[in-house]
């Protein structure tokens, strides 16, 4: 399975065939930007999701829930702005209301809507704003591009990409927001994913949660755990294969994909972090299984400290240690290889002497990658994250310096 | 036991009876400071010893572990500017070899001294400048003011006092260093505190952690994770009353002394967090138990949005609501209760209309109370933390302004 899937020049979430979107600045966020926007599907869409699991949900989340055990959907609406979250009976009124409007536009019953905001938490929904901006929506087949822009909130670009699986006859395409990272406000992670393949709905769901789970929940700390996150995949069979279901060469291929999608957005939302100047990518190697290769991963690739060494090209190996130590996962100090790129820093839990300025060199590409071997196990991870800049790295970065 | 102990004025580790100490600059840190501190008990001390539970430690953390166990201490050695971690066996021949030539100066055999350091992880402690320093140092009996300083790193200023137990006929003193709290570099906690009071040991380690939980781990988050966290405490009996045991009302009296010197030491902390312009108390009440309200207090109290709102007088409760909810601590949003000071903002779940100047006049003071009360039991518990300023509030403290 090997170079299973490609990218798709200028993909996004309306490359597969029969969907549309469209998107319209309808005055919930202050800017004058896009920040509303509806995706919708020609058929009935297979789907899946993945919701927060923080115990404060917002109303579009506590209706994604609802639905998504109900049935199919036929599109979704979203919004930047305002969360619709902590308003009560009313906030979940509104997001129905919001539901049955777009189900106009997109032509289904409004109960195979799905509805997602993020924004401001405890303010109420505007909804004159948002039935004058439904009204202006139309949908078009690349459509996509202006749902990416519709659902930023601090991000500066938008991210978005399509990929095609060889052989398969299917594209999968998506559109994301990313948590600020370092400033975790409006750390609402979106991710919508659509795909013109038959899928299994079990597989589907098992697919999503994988994928979620190798690529934005290897991202943002907050992420998984802000009051609205929500990831929605769309499957409306419109490619005609054969159904993809669990344990087939073409559900691996499948997964393959979507994995790639996904980890291609989350690395780009990593990149997109606030105030970043580079990606920084932590691999977790040896760990005595995945779980404690993914939690490893994950607090040093948020570790303040380490992030801020990132910054100030600080080959701080120190920290790095540190953040494991704390991370909850086992480690054994005399155990312990560490590398930045293929430089060793540590081996066996022994400070290597390295050539400092090549060390440097490679702290100062915008990609920098740390490698953490354990020796305990097969366990193994990546995270991704950004680089601490500014005023809050400035005391921090130069310290051993 | 109301007003069981009061604070004396310009007290320190030193005003209780038969404790000494003495700082110099040896140059472990760059900067003209100083940088090595003894303390020392004119006898030996029961000891109790609260130490990181990162997996990762400091040579000088593995030295106190292993004589906390033998016995009793006679005084401590401390320098601010090198961690001593990851240092492997040299490090710890270096740890022992400072207990060592302190051992000359207290008068004291080499084992009955403890050790403690903070500073750059994974460099060797520069001994002949230590050799020399421990030298120039000479004990007085005011010389905690001095060891307060020369534990510093980034704090502003130095942290110390001393309670008196009324009627108890004893005192206890105390010296701290603070984590970084928005940045935690060098964001080793490390406290020093001796009482002259005649305490039974079991009953002094008891009484330290549960000290230390109410007081000191309800600031850092981080602080009770990194390489080298180390709070100490000897008690050297040179006051002469019956030993305190558990269970006694004198036991009592002598726990809310050290919770309230504790405490007083770890708001001093909070106070000082890099950049802070106010301390920024949370308190939860009505949890399902006091794990749970700890588990909330530090996570709202530590949440970056949290504390860029109060930076900003932004009174934005849907902030501490969602960390509240990401908490892991059990909360129902419809039974939830919310103050700022005493306005309410939120009574069970539901805003409630405040006036808004009022609630920025008790943001702008310089310490700002929350409450939440969840109304699921009768856990409770209160964490300090500053606020977020400079570059990294800008973005996020102005939001729903």
Redo the contacts between chains.
């Keep these: 399975m090997e170079a299973g899937f490609e990218f798709i020049s200028s993909g996004t979430i309306t490359t597969p065939g029969g969907f549309t979107a469209g998107a319209t600045h309808a005055g919930i966020k202050k800017e004058e930007s896009l920040d509303l926007a509806i995706l919708a599907s020609e058929v009935p869409c297979v789907t899946a999701g993945v919701l927060t699991?923080?115990?404060?949900?917002g109303a579009p989340v506590v209706l994604c829930q609802q639905r998504l055990a109900g049935g199919k959907a036929a599109g979704v609406v979203v919004n930047s702005g305002c969360?619709n979250?902590?308003t009560?009976e009313q906030g979940l009124a509104d997001a129905r209301e919001m539901a049955a409007l777009a189900a106009e536009t997109i032509g289904a019953p409004p109960e195979q809507v799905l509805v997602a905001s993020t924004g401001?938490?405890?303010?109420m929904m505007p909804m004159e704003r948002l039935r004058t901006g439904i009204k202006q929506i139309s949908l078009s087949r690349d459509g996509g591009h202006e749902m990416a822009r519709a659902i930023m909130t601090?991000d500066t670009v938008p991210k978005e990409a399509a990929v095609k699986v060889n052989g398969g006859g299917y594209t999968i395409g998506g559109v994301a927001k990313g948590a600020?990272m370092?400033?975790?406000?409006?750390?609402t992670f979106l991710g919508f994913l659509a795909t013109d393949a038959r899928v299994d709905p079990g597989f589907l769901q098992s697919a999503l949660k994988e994928a979620a789970d190798v690529s934005f929940n290897m991202v943002s700390i907050?992420g998984d755990?802000?009051?609205n996150d929500t990831l929605l995949l769309l499957a409306n069979g419109r490619a005609g294969n054969d159904v993809i279901s669990s344990g087939t060469k073409q559900a691996e291929a499948f997964q393959q994909a979507l994995d790639g999608l996904c980890i291609h957005l989350a690395r780009a939302m990593a990149r997109d972090g606030?105030?970043a100047t580079k990606l920084f990518e932590v691999a977790v190697r040896g760990a005595s299984d995945r779980a404690a290769a993914r939690q490893m991963a994950r607090t040093v690739v948020s570790s303040?400290?380490v992030k801020?060494a990132t910054y100030g090209n600080d080959p701080?190996?120190?920290?790095i240690?540190?953040a494991?130590?704390?991370s909850g996962a086992?480690?054994?100090?005399s155990k312990v290889d560490l590398y930045l790129a293929d430089i060793c820093l540590?081996k066996a839990?022994?400070?290597q002497s390295f050539d400092h300025a090549e060390a440097v060199k490679h702290l100062n590409k915008t990609e920098v990658t740390f490698t953490l071997n354990l020796n305990l196990g097969d366990g193994s991870a990546v995270a991704w994250g950004c680089d601490l800049t500014?005023?809050?790295a400035e005391?921090?970065s130069h310290?051993?310096t």
């Design positions: 699991r923080n115990q404060i949900k969360a979250t902590c009560g401001v938490i405890g303010q601090t600020g370092i400033h975790p406000d409006m750390a907050d755990t802000s009051t606030e105030g303040p400290l801020a701080n190996w120190g920290r240690l540190a494991a130590g704390r086992e480690v054994v100090e540590l839990g022994r400070p500014e005023n809050y005391i921090n310290y051993t």
